[in-house]
């Protein structure tokens, strides 16, 4: 256990070594120099002796690995800048600050979070009911118009884009039928529950439809498989109610490798479902990772790079200690 | 109980075809089973995997039914037992269980009939136990479907059934898993399982096949010491005639989905009738004889169930069709009673089976 968190320590580092490199190093193998990265954070009047002031606060001028030790020591220890308007100092973990608009990133990304949790959770809810329920279904009545018809939709889910499904489902049942919250509405300024709930009630139901779509695939192909094993046999010649032997024994063995993906898919979506945000316009995580790329904004797409891979190697240790859980056989070697 | 009604359907069946060969049911025969037909329509054609079977099975006896693989003893079990997946199969005739008709019977009543009056044991009990499950939750599962009892009472009930079966400190084994338990173990387990419900009707499917040799016998042993204890009626479902040639009462031997010999299990030993049998008693290794005699398999292969040869359905293979004039190819051989108590299908003549045992047959057995 120790052993796996020094181990995902250590991979946290390679992950933002990895995204330092490619920010910096890429453009110099292009040719491009010290002044031509920090032209991106100044205005567009400014002129070459502003720019190059620019690039010496930003730290450019100092050799990558200075640059690299200042980041993690930021993490470590906490670090102080000074944008002009004097030295202020970023409490450890610090994450640095935007080069853009000097916001901090951790609190911006704290502050993002909420949405981003309140999206990926209410849909996981939504797609690991819908889409086990409708496998199941499928699997117990192989080949009838049920099972065509909803592995149609499952096909045509896991195939369409957010963006498609998305926008398609805002202009009906938004701004066609009134049904749902128009785009663009934080979720987390919503007075009550029930409001909370009907803001993201379409981003969910969106994001739900895609992984309900796989989910429902692969449970039933997961029931198909485990409903023709000889212990469902067994259930049967001990007399169990036909519901029993679907849930109790043929559901709880295909269940175990949906949840390790659940694990991961969860995990993933933390740290920012990008196209739904964008699509939907809620600020959480993904929209922040997409303002931070089109903005070449370093630490923002560094504290978004790191938080994503955080949530997704935790994701994996949790599943690796539930397969044992629901696995036996796994805890006894 | 013995309704009546169904007594009476048997009184309309014709007695050759309609009751197999068999007459009606003895009165002591816990389950009867007459003319069963098993089919199963596929893309390839129907298969017909049992085609008029008959067989009875008293309390405190034992049925062993022998045959090659795909010779339909297996789906004879699961078509008693009432597991084919509805809608697949097609099932006629008579499967009488203690009086009541289970061929076409509601599917709910039969299930509450499955493990409670009549229970299973399968071949592979590795892959017949759920990995996820104790061995004592899976048989508190099966106690409790049929009896409405707590979850402590159930348990000290699991727990008193492993160490029914042998299996050694039964309060802690049962909270083991499956995978956990050795294979003999896991049968024992199985067994345990198969018998909480003390049931009238156990159905062995090939239960020591998948087990190490030096097991089977302990296997063997348990099963019929259980027997004796709970008197239940057994069906021993194998390919092994050594197996049967332990614990059978009576014998039934079948061939593409047929039964071609049937009687006492000392009578077919002693005097089978049947070429089939007799290959099948001639291809079994032998203790007592030298290692230099070679064995004799029966030449050719199973027939396939969708195209059944005409006439006997063994004539291919069989040394002696030609003998009986062609009959063999064209008709089917009536089930019929040979001697007393002792059936089989062939349209070889009792003095030309005499003859051919005499001569060819009884000193190489």
């Known amino acids: 256990m120790i052993r796996r968190v020094i181990g995902a320590i250590i991979l946290l580092f390679i992950v933002s070594a990895v995204v330092f490199a490619i920010f910096f190093l890429v453009p110099r193998i292009g040719g491009a120099s010290v002044d031509d990265l920090a032209s991106r954070y100044v205005g567009k009047s400014a002129g070459a002796e502003q720019i190059h002031q620019t690039a010496i606060r930003l730290g450019f001028t100092d050799p990558i690995w200075v640059q690299y030790g200042r980041f993690v020591k930021g993490i470590v220890a906490g670090a102080d800048y000074n944008y002009g308007a004097g030295i202020e100092h970023c409490p450890a973990p610090c994450l640095g600050y935007s080069f853009l608009t000097q916001n901090p990133v951790l609190p911006d990304l704290l502050d993002r979070l909420p949405v981003t949790i309140s999206l990926a959770s209410g849909a996981a809810f939504l797609w690991l009911l819908g889409g086990v329920a409708t496998g199941v279904l499928s699997a117990l009545r192989r080949g009838s118009v049920l099972d065509r018809t909803t592995m149609g939709i499952a096909l045509a889910g896991v195939s369409l884009p957010i963006f498609f499904t998305g926008l398609l489902s805002l202009s009906i049942f938004s701004y066609g039928l009134g049904w749902t919250a128009p785009g663009g509405a934080n979720p987390m300024d919503a007075s009550t529950p029930w409001d909370w709930a009907y803001r993201l009630l379409l981003p969910w139901i969106t994001l739900a439809f895609l992984y309900a779509a796989a989910y429902a695939r692969l449970t039933r192909a997961g029931m198909l498989e485990t409903m023709n094993e000889d212990y469902i046999r067994t259930a049967r010649a001990k007399g169990l109610r036909e519901r029993d032997v679907v849930v109790k024994h043929g559901l709880r063995a295909a269940l175990t490798p949906i949840l390790t993906i659940f694990g991961l898919d969860l995990g993933l979506l933390l740290g920012g479902a990008i196209l739904t945000e964008t699509t939907f316009s809620l600020p959480g995580i993904g929209q922040y990772a997409v303002q931070a790329v089109t903005n070449n904004d370093l630490p923002k797409v560094l504290g978004v790079t790191l938080l994503g891979a955080a949530f997704i190697i935790v994701a994996n240790l949790v599943v690796d200690l539930l397969y044992a859980v629901v696995d036996p056989r796994v805890r006894a070697s | 109980m013995t309704s009546t009604v169904d007594r009476a359907r048997f009184d309309s069946l014709s007695p050759v075809e309609g009751l197999g060969g068999l007459g009606r049911p003895p009165a002591d025969a816990f389950l009867s089973v007459r003319d069963l037909q098993v089919h199963f329509p596929t893309d390839?054609?129907?298969?017909?995997?049992?085609?008029?079977?008959?067989?009875?099975?008293?309390?405190?006896?034992?049925?062993?039914?022998?045959?090659?693989?795909?010779?339909?003893?297996?789906?004879?079990?699961?078509?008693?037992?009432?597991?084919?997946?509805?809608?697949?199969?097609?099932?006629?005739?008579?499967?009488?269980?203690?009086?009541?008709?289970?061929?076409?019977?509601?599917?709910?009543?039969?299930?509450?009939?499955?493990?409670?009056?009549?229970?299973?044991?399968?071949?592979?009990?590795?892959?017949?136990?759920?990995?996820?499950?104790?061995?004592?939750?899976?048989?508190?599962?099966?106690?409790?479907?049929?009896?409405?009892?707590?979850?402590?009472?159930?348990?000290?009930?699991?727990?008193?059934?492993?160490?029914?079966?042998?299996?050694?400190?039964?309060?802690?084994?049962?909270?083991?898993?499956?995978?956990?338990?050795?294979?003999?173990?896991?049968?024992?387990?199985?067994?345990?399982?198969?018998?909480?419900?003390?049931?009238?009707?156990?159905?062995?499917?090939e239960p020591t096949t998948a087990l190490d040799v030096t097991v089977q016998a302990q296997i063997l042993d348990l099963i019929r010491d259980l027997q004796a204890e709970f008197s239940s009626a057994v069906i021993l479902i194998t390919h092994d005639l050594g197996v049967v040639a332990e614990l059978a009462d009576d014998i039934l031997v079948m061939y593409a989905g047929r039964a071609v010999e049937y009687s006492a299990a000392e009578q077919i030993f002693e005097r089978p009738q049947q070429p089939y049998t007799w290959g099948l008693l001639a291809s079994m290794p032998r203790m007592d004889r030298a290692r230099t005699e070679r064995l004799r398999p029966i030449?050719?292969?199973?027939?396939?169930?969708?195209?059944?040869?005409?006439?006997?359905?063994?004539?291919?293979?069989?040394?002696?069709?030609?003998?009986?004039?062609?009959?063999?190819?064209?008709?089917?051989?009536?089930?019929?009673?040979?001697?007393?108590?002792?059936?089989?299908?062939?349209?070889?003549?009792?003095?030309?089976r005499r003859d051919i045992w005499d001569n060819e047959i009884r000193e190489t057995l």
């Open chain 2, 44 to 205: 390839d054609g129907l298969v017909r995997s049992v085609d008029g079977l008959s067989f009875d099975v008293a309390r405190g006896r034992t049925l062993g039914i022998v045959g090659e693989s795909g010779s339909g003893k297996s789906v004879t079990s699961m078509s008693v037992m009432g597991l084919h997946k509805p809608g697949t199969v097609r099932m006629s005739g008579s499967i009488l269980l203690d009086g009541q008709e289970l061929v076409g019977a509601d599917s709910d009543t039969v299930r509450a009939l499955r493990g409670k009056r009549m229970a299973m044991i399968f071949q592979d009990p590795l892959s017949a136990m759920h990995p996820f499950y104790t061995v004592g939750h899976q048989i508190v599962e099966a106690y409790r479907v049929h009896h409405n009892v707590s979850r402590a009472v159930a348990y000290k009930h699991a727990i008193d059934m492993l160490g029914r079966v042998g299996i050694p400190q039964p309060r802690s084994r049962v909270d083991d898993y499956p995978h956990q338990f050795s294979g003999g173990m896991r049968q024992r387990a199985m067994i345990a399982m198969a018998l909480s419900c003390d049931p009238e009707l156990l159905i062995a499917d």
């Open chain 2, 299 to 352: 030449p050719g292969t199973p027939p396939s169930l969708i195209t059944v040869p005409s006439g006997c359905p063994f004539h291919p293979r069989c040394a002696y069709a030609d003998l009986t004039e062609g009959l063999s190819r064209t008709q089917r051989p009536p089930f019929r009673e040979v001697l007393a108590d002792h059936h089989i299908a062939c349209h070889l003549t009792s003095a030309q």
